[in-house]
């Protein structure tokens, strides 16, 4: 089953309603590169309004189905979610993105929060650095947009485990 279908069928088990607009941003966004913007979608999809764009992207976040991945230029990217709570590393060289889980992060902001007298509702972590192979010497510095055209994807790993403190 393609990944379109999986998502295609995981949002009609959640009785969401899949609209020929809803369905044309899922079917982008699946053969979109390993990160894409919402605009890039936009791009793709002039007959499509805005808000729709917007709003399935959300749905798909809230869904756990894609993340959203902010840039250190600002700029906010989405990518599919290895499912669960994860932040990001994110290489300021290349563009690669690794997933952190199991950091001890959301026990730490807790803390914080609850000494502060706050109640956290959730957090939203990116850390920005440069990757191993960058820092090899081996990584370029070319744009996202032209490692998008010419089809070349930045990298992506996971993180399963960060231990001590930073």
């Known amino acids: 089953m393609s990944q379109l279908a999986q998502v295609v069928q995981l949002l009609e ?7 020929p607009p809803r369905l044309a941003v899922l079917a982008a966004a699946a053969a979109a590169a390993e990160r894409f913007s919402a605009e890039e979608i936009q791009r793709e999809l002039p007959r499509v309004g805005r808000a729709t764009i917007f709003r399935t992207l959300k749905l798909l976040v809230d869904a756990d189905i894609i993340c959203r991945v902010i840039q250190d ?3 906010l990217l989405y990518r599919w979610s290895r499912r669960g709570h994860h ?6 060289t290349c563009g690669a993105t690794r997933d952190i889980s199991q950091c001890g992060i959301p026990e730490l902001l807790g803390e914080a929060a609850r000494v502060a007298g706050f109640a956290m509702e959730g957090h939203w972590l990116e850390v920005y650095g440069r990757c191993q192979r960058c820092l090899a010497g081996e990584g370029e510095r ?3 947009d032209a490692k998008r055209a010419t089809g070349a994807a930045p990298r992506s790993e996971e993180v399963t485990s960060v231990t001590g403190a930073a």
């Not at 932040?87 to 300021?92: A, Q, T």
């Open 13 to 19: 088990d959640r009785n969401v309603r899949l609209t």
């Open 73 to 75: 230029d600002g700029r």
């Open 87 to 92: 932040h990001h590393l994110v290489c300021r």
């Open 142 to 144: 070319p744009a996202l």
